[in-house]
């Protein structure tokens, strides 16, 4: 039986956009941590913003 999330990302596609969007995120922000390159607070405080709304987005479709 799928989890409700599997159930989500194959029945709503716009969970499934946003789920993607989230890993893509994720990992964008992971890299720029692990780079010696410097970012601006600025840029990686928008990475984690953006992050944090689509993670409360989907949390409220799991929980709907």
């Known amino acids: 039986e799928m989890c409700i999330r599997d159930r989500l990302k194959t029945e ?3 969970f499934h ?3 993607e969007r989230y890993d893509e995120l994720t990992k964008e922000i992971e890299v720029l941590e692990k ?3 410097p970012v601006t607070d600025e840029h990686m405080e928008e990475l984690k913003k953006q992050r944090l709304a689509l993670k409360d987005e989907l949390y409220a ?3 709907g």
Request: net charge neutral; charged share 35%; glycine share 0%.
């Open 12 to 14: 709503n596609s716009h």
């Open 17 to 19: 956009k946003q789920f």
């Open 35 to 37: 780079q010696d390159e």
């Open 61 to 63: 479709m799991l929980k």
